[in-house]
């Protein structure tokens, strides 16, 4: 998430979005995005991208604003190997789109990337199939940061469905 702005009323949008995920975050990704928004309209607002893994491998996710989030599959071959996930218009706390969740069935080995804006869009060459993601994640942050706004950039490789 990224509360709108740089200054101290954009962290109090990105603490409050953070106390709820906190509280429920148990709960789907449709009904976490609209306890947000109820909580977040005496704030300046927040764009935010969930994801979530079930039991069944499936990654859902939901995203409203611009925290972009990028799958690269294991498998090189696949069709896309690379895919930047939809997002919808809007801010959390201000106005919501009608909210769809979407959903991708994940390969062990795959790598889900979510990053802020304060991250350049051009970072998914760093993300190698092979690599340790913390590293990867350490280095999108050292060459691709812009400077001007805080950045986050979460990157993650899935192991294998549960149940196996
Ligand atoms: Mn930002």
Redesign the pocket.
């Known amino acids: 998430m990224?509360g709108l702005g740089?200054d101290i009323e954009a962290a109090a949008a990105a603490r409050t979005a953070v106390g709820v995920l906190r509280k429920y975050g148990a709960g789907s990704i449709v009904s976490l995005i609209k306890r947000c928004h109820r909580s977040l309209m005496m704030t300046r607002g927040a764009v935010m991208t969930l994801a979530a893994v079930d039991l069944r491998a499936n990654l859902h996710w939901l995203g409203i604003g611009n925290v972009e989030a990028v799958l690269v599959r294991a498998d090189a071959a696949a069709v896309p190997a690379v895919e930047r996930l939809r997002l919808q218009g809007g801010v959390v706390g201000y106005q919501l789109p009608i909210l769809a969740e979407r959903k991708r069935t994940l390969q062990p080995g795959d790598i889900l990337a979510l990053a802020?804006?304060?991250i350049q869009g051009d970072f998914v060459g760093e993300l190698r199939r092979e690599e340790n993601p913390q590293r990867m994640a350490e280095r999108i942050l050292e060459r691709h940061f812009k400077g001007n706004?805080?950045a986050l950039i979460l990157v993650a490789r899935y192991s294998r469905a549960a149940h196996e």
């Open positions: 990224d740089k802020t804006d304060g706004d805080d």
